[in-house]
C-alpha cells in the first residue's frame, strides 16, 4: 500500500506563490502516475493537475492552465504542485493521489486514483 504525504500549504495574500510536495513514506514514484485534486467547502472535489509515471505526460484544469505546474524531482522522490498568481477561488484542501502506471500512460484529472494523501490546507486571504 502506497502512502503519500502532501506538505506547503498555508496562508498566502491573493497574488502570491505556494509549492506543495507530495512524497510517499516509503516507496519510489517513478512508476505511478501523479495527481492532485482539492476540495473547498461546500463543492465537489476537482482534479487540478496530474503527471504520468515518467514525467512526459502532464494536463491540468482550465481554471488553473498557466498558474499552476506540476514537474517531478527525481532526486528527492518528490512530485511538486507549483502554484502561482492564486485567487481566493484557489482555496481549498489539496490532496495528491497516485496510481500504478508502469507503462507511462496515464494521466488524467478524473478521480480514477487508488491512494491517497490526506491533505493539507491552502488558504488565499488578504
Known amino acids: 500500500q502506497l502512502q503519500l504525504v502532501e506538505s506547503g500549504g498555508g496562508l498566502v495574500q491573493p497574488g502570491g506563490s505556494l509549492r506543495l510536495p507530495c512524497a510517499p513514506s516509503?516507496?519510489?514514484?517513478?512508476?505511478?502516475?501523479i495527481a492532485w485534486f482539492r476540495q473547498a467547502p461546500g463543492k465537489e472535489r476537482e482534479g487540478v493537475a496530474c503527471?504520468?509515471?515518467?514525467?512526459?505526460?502532464?494536463n491540468y484544469a482550465g481554471s488553473v492552465k498557466g498558474r499552476f505546474t506540476i514537474s517531478r524531482d527525481y532526486a528527492a522522490n518528490t512530485v511538486n504542485h507549483q502554484m502561482n498568481s492564486l485567487t481566493p477561488e484557489d482555496a481549498a484542501v489539496y490532496y495528491c493521489?497516485?496510481?500504478?502506471?508502469?507503462?507511462?500512460?496515464?494521466?488524467?484529472?478524473?478521480?480514477?486514483?487508488?491512494?491517497w494523501g490526506h491533505g493539507t490546507q491552502v488558504t488565499v486571504s488578504s
Open positions: 493521489a497516485a496510481v500504478w502506471d508502469q507503462e507511462s500512460t496515464f494521466c488524467t484529472i478524473l478521480p480514477s486514483y487508488d491512494y
Open positions: 516509503k516507496d519510489t514514484l517513478n512508476l505511478y502516475s
Open positions: 503527471t504520468d509515471s515518467s514525467g512526459g505526460i502532464r
